[in-house]
């Protein structure tokens, strides 16, 4: 029955699901793409997963596509005074690439390259698109913006800048190490 479904059931192995049992709790439920996200977790980790579905494939006779996903390059807000700040709609905030504690108002990014990838009217997206700014202005190490939708950002949270021209390497050297390994242990899709 398992093998003859045309909907594919997509689940992320992380830490809650590691484990042959939860594992083959996941295929009887129907999961049938598992996703190892290689931003989290060891090769060897992965490597026992991977281990762990194969076998569970051929136990239950239900097709498994193992899919990894790569990390890629990461940008993101630095730390702040109080592990997080809250932005308000409409708020003017300064994001700047200088090494600096975050605080009200003010958003240190790791990316470097910051004030070279934005205009004004930039969109920038932070935590997973949960908060959206807009570029008004840039300086040499600095951005300002305004708040479009906020609400809390915390420490280490994403940034990222749909359309812009980042100066950034769509594959890490993390990656490389990454796809060898996924090649290497037969993953199916990356």
Do not use: W
């Amino acid at each position: 029955m398992l093998a003859d479904r045309r909907t594919k059931i997509v689940a992320t192995i992380g830490p809650a699901i590691k484990g042959k049992e939860n594992l083959r709790k996941a295929v009887a439920a129907g999961m049938n793409v598992a996703r190892l996200n290689f931003s989290h977790g060891s090769h060897a980790d992965h490597l026992q997963v991977i281990r762990d579905l194969r076998e569970l494939s051929d136990e239950m006779r239900a097709p498994i596509t193992i899919l990894q996903d790569l990390q890629g390059p990461k940008i993101r807000v630095g730390r702040f005074e109080n592990g997080a700040i809250d932005l308000e709609d409409g708020e003017q905030v300064r994001i700047t690439i200088d090494d600096v504690k975050g605080a009200p108002g003010l958003i240190p990014s790791d990316f470097k390259e910051l004030p070279k990838s934005c205009r004004p009217g930039t969109k920038i997206m932070l935590d997973d698109g949960l908060l959206e700014l807009r570029v008004d202005s840039v300086g040499e190490r600095d951005v300002m913006a305004t708040v479009i939708y906020g609400g809390v950002l915390k420490d280490r949270k994403g940034m990222n800048i749909p359309g812009g021209e980042l100066a950034v390497d769509c594959l890490t050297e993390k990656d490389l190490i990454d796809l060898a390994f996924g090649i290497d242990n037969d993953v199916d899709y990356i």
